[in-house]
């Protein structure tokens, strides 16, 4: 039953794949392809290109790439090769799931995805990419939302995303390029310089900017390429370009931190505009539109405080898109998560949400926090961890032991306000001392005893405490 829905699910995907789909905003037409492709294919093939108010088709080929500092540059950079007519030097992408046709939601009308896998030599990256471009009539603008997905046995550190497009603005007219940087807005862009198209081309990273450059260089043959194109998407370059040529462009986001089986998000926006200014008014407006309709949920404060041996979670959104709810984790090595608790989220809004969670009788030490927001869908994303210290409480308590009845371990919590001796002590039910289990000076804070009963026969016992005034006493049982 299982493998027969399943193939009926692959069947679908399948039947329902394309091999090439056309973003039309009305103003701007952008082609999307198997593979991470955008624009049109690897060298220059298939797809619709990039075209805006009606000029000529201002690309060659654009597509993704990533990787870490460890495995370079891996994805679909269609532009390169050694040899005229020979293989390309960065293809490394095979789609699991293919290209289908458009989806809309509540804020665009095309929406296409795509899973693709690195797996080729060498030093492959074995993540999942799911590639979601979006696009609304009216907008100059176009969303490439790429969730990366870290499906392997250990955490991905120090990794970039990528957008790499070979524009030919003017078409014919592409040795008549020229570029430039707006880094305060995270932008690139190409623009022609004849009449055969003058309008402004940009890319922008929606999310945390690492590095780009517009350059006529070529990055190397095989052996230098993913060194040069990860030292470009990187590191920033900010020099006027004076001079025509055939210029690339290339932006990164990063770095980010995978933890086995988490996702990350990195985002981009290609822009188009008449002119500088108009480019730079719709680069403006992508990023709020990112802000606002893309990101699932978009946490702006998440904090930890500890009261009389309790931690209160207190987080803030100001969006949420599809969101299920946050998965409450607690670790003592800021390593190993589990969870101890759920918050439903409150689906799609764009009004500011508050929410807590209590984490309640919290044993004195260090602990780290984390998020994991779950969308209905399934996807999921991790948020950052924060510290808390869970400090003195300030009173004296002795709380049931747990479990209870026990065989033959129990723990017994107790707390105490001020340093000074403690005695911890377990009688039998005519008054008879069995064992003394502390005895001695300790500071105060809040403390876990681990009560092994192996060697005494079952019924019931008090054990009590005495500290600086304080005596309570409680009742336990022993079942063998």
């Known amino acids: 039953m299982k493998k027969s829905f399943l193939l009926m699910i692959l069947i679908f995907l399948y039947t329902n794949s394309f091999s090439q789909l056309t973003h039309n905003t009305g103003t701007l037409q952008v082609g999307v392809l198997p593979k991470a492709y955008i624009g049109h294919g690897e060298n220059g093939v298939g797809g619709a290109g990039v075209i805006f108010g009606g000029s000529v088709d201002a690309m060659y080929t654009a597509g993704i790439m990533y990787g870490t500092t460890v495995s370079k540059v891996r994805g679909s950079v269609g532009s390169f090769t050694e040899t005229t007519g020979g293989p390309l030097l960065v293809d490394d992408l095979r789609n699991t799931i293919p290209l289908t046709g458009f989806t809309t939601n509540a804020f665009f009308n095309q929406i296409s995805t795509q899973t693709v896998r690195d797996s080729a030599?060498?030093?492959?990256?074995?993540?999942?990419?799911?590639?979601?471009?979006?696009?609304?009539?009216?907008?100059?603008?176009?969303?490439?939302?790429?969730?990366?997905?870290?499906?392997?046995?250990?955490?991905?550190?120090?990794?970039?995303?990528?957008?790499?497009?070979?524009?030919?603005?003017?078409?014919?007219?592409?040795?008549?390029?020229?570029?430039?940087?707006?880094?305060?807005?995270?932008?690139?862009?190409?623009?022609?310089?004849?009449?055969?198209?003058?309008?402004?081309?940009?890319?922008?990273?929606?999310?945390?900017?690492?590095?780009?450059?517009?350059?006529?260089?070529?990055?190397?043959?095989?052996?230098?390429?993913?060194?040069?194109?990860?030292?470009?998407?990187?590191?920033?370059?900010?020099?006027?370009?004076?001079?025509?040529?055939?210029?690339?462009s290339y932006i990164g986001s990063g770095p980010?931190?995978?933890?086995?089986?988490?996702?990350?998000?990195?985002?981009?926006?290609?822009?188009?505009?008449?002119?500088?200014?108009?480019?730079?008014?719709?680069?403006?407006?992508?990023?709020?539109?990112?802000?606002?309709?893309?990101?699932?949920v978009e946490l702006t404060s998440f904090t930890a405080a500890s009261v009389n041996g309790d931690v209160t979670l207190n987080w803030i959104t100001a969006t949420e898109i599809n969101n299920r709810g946050f998965e409450v984790e607690r670790s003592q090595n800021?390593?190993?998560?589990?969870?101890?608790?759920?918050?439903?989220?409150?689906?799609?809004?764009?009004?500011?949400?508050?929410?807590?969670?209590?984490?309640?009788?919290?044993?004195?030490?260090?602990?780290y926090y984390r998020l994991k927001q779950l969308d209905f869908d399934g996807e999921f994303e991790y948020s950052n961890t924060v510290e808390v210290d869970v400090s003195t409480p300030l009173t004296y308590s002795l709380d049931q032991n747990y479990p209870n009845p026990f065989n033959p371990s129990t723990k017994i919590v107790y707390s105490i306000a001020e340093a000074g001796n403690v005695k911890l002590t377990v009688f039998n039910l005519l008054g008879q001392e069995i064992t003394t289990l502390v005895n001695g000076f300790m500071e105060a804070g809040q403390y876990e005893y681990d009560f092994n009963a192996a060697d005494l026969p079952s019924g019931s016992y008090i054990y009590k405490i005495e500290a600086a005034g304080f005596i309570q006493a409680r009742k336990m049982l022993l079942t063998k």
């Open 334 to 367: 800021n390593s190993d998560f589990r969870v101890i608790g759920f918050v439903n989220g409150y689906g799609t809004t764009t009004e500011e949400q508050h929410y807590t969670y209590l984490d309640k009788n919290v044993v004195q030490g260090k602990y």
């Open 121 to 248: 030599a060498p030093s492959p990256l074995y993540l999942n990419a799911q590639l979601q471009t979006l696009s609304n009539t009216g907008d100059n603008f176009v969303f490439f939302v790429i969730n990366f997905t870290n499906n392997t046995a250990a955490a991905v550190n120090n990794f970039y995303a990528a957008i790499f497009s070979d524009f030919d603005v003017g078409a014919a007219a592409y040795l008549s390029n020229r570029g430039g940087y707006d880094i305060s807005r995270k932008m690139i862009y190409q623009y022609g310089t004849t009449a055969a198209d003058m309008k402004y081309y940009g890319l922008v990273a929606l999310t945390q900017y690492s590095g780009s450059r517009v350059t006529t260089a070529f990055p190397g043959a095989n052996l230098t390429i993913r060194d040069t194109l990860f030292k470009w998407i990187t590191t920033s370059e900010v020099t006027t370009i004076t001079t025509n040529g055939d210029y690339r």
């Open 256 to 296: 980010f931190n995978i933890p086995v089986a988490g996702t990350v998000s990195a985002a981009f926006a290609m822009v188009v505009g008449a002119d500088l200014a108009t480019l730079q008014a719709n680069a403006d407006l992508a990023q709020a539109k990112y802000n606002t309709q893309i990101i699932p």
